[in-house]
Every structure is written in C-alpha cells, then in structure tokens.
C-alpha cells in the first residue's frame, strides 16, 4: 500500500506546508488569527493547535511520544501563545521528519490497537491506514487554514505535492 519512501516524502510536504502556513499565520496580528471564521474549529490559531495535537496523539501511538495531556476537545487551545505555537510546531515537524526515516516496511505491514478517545472504543486498524489517516488529517485541516489565510489576504504560495517537494 504505502512504502517508507511515501512517509517520508509526506513527512517533508507536512513540514514545508506547515512552515508556509505559520509564516502567512505570522504576518497577521493575534485578534485577525484568533477571529472565528467559520471553519471547522473556528479561528487559524484553532485549527494549528488541533492539527499539533492530532500529530502528537497519533505519534504517541505510533512511536512512543508523550502523549498530548488533553483530548480532542481541549486540542484547540493547547498552546495559547502564538510563538510558542509555532516554535512547537516546527519542532514536531523536525520530529516527524526524523521518525519518517526510520519507518520499517514490517512496521507498516502491520496492525495497531489502541483506545480512541475520540470513538471512546478499542480499536485495531492496519498501520498504513493510520499513517495514511494522519497524513490525510493534516492535509484536510491545513486546506482550512489556507482558506482562512487566503480570506485574510495572506498568501502561502504553492500548495501542489510536485511542486513542493522534489520527488
């Protein structure tokens, strides 16, 4: 399905379209990345702390990390203060980066079992369907947050996988 070689372009496009998400995100003041929008989870600043957090939670599945100390519920205001946000953020992304390089093929071939607090169930899915989750789910919130941008006048540049990432 998925190869070691697709986690770890997938880690470098993550980690590109965030840097250009925060830095479109930066050159707003705090009320404009704050203002609700109408998305999803609200406002820009909203958005970026679910998506830290939905990394976090699932890294912490898959490769041991500390595991985010709220739920789904509280994702949205993990971190309060923008800078700190984005200094988190890149931080993760270096993170991911690192663990897409040792991604195993066994690894992917295989099944993880955990409790969603999200389902409040144990569940058992394939391990590429999960990375495949994550990649997705970041994907799908960062188009969010573009829109937001781009509705406040901020632009991000490209946002295509061939053009972002040499491949």
């Known amino acids: 399905m998925i190869s070691p070689a697709w986690v770890a372009m997938m880690a470098a496009y993550n980690a590109e ?10 050159r707003l003041d705090d009320t404009a990345r704050r203002q609700d929008r109408g998305a999803f989870f609200g406002s820009i600043h909203a958005t970026l702390n679910h998506l830290l957090w939905a990394d976090r939670i ?18 949205v205001t993990l971190i309060e203060d923008f800078a700190e946000l984005a200094d988190q953020r890149a931080a993760t992304d270096v993170a991911l980066l690192a ?8 690894w992917l071939a295989g099944e993880l079992s955990w409790f969603s607090g999200a389902l409040q ?9 999960l990375v495949t989750q994550m990649f997705n789910h970041q994907t799908h919130h ?26």
């Open 17 to 26: 379209m965030n840097r250009r998400l925060y830095a479109a995100a930066a």
């Open 58 to 75: 699932w890294m912490a599945r898959f490769d041991g990390w500390p595991k985010p100390a709220v739920g789904i519920a509280g994702s």
């Open 99 to 106: 663990w897409a390089e040792r991604v195993d093929p066994a």
């Open 121 to 129: 169930r144990d569940l058992t899915r394939p391990v590429a369907v």
């Open 142 to 167: 960062r188009g969010q947050v573009h829109a937001m941008l781009t509705a406040a006048g901020e632009s991000t540049g490209d946002t295509d996988l061939f053009a972002v990432i040499d491949a």
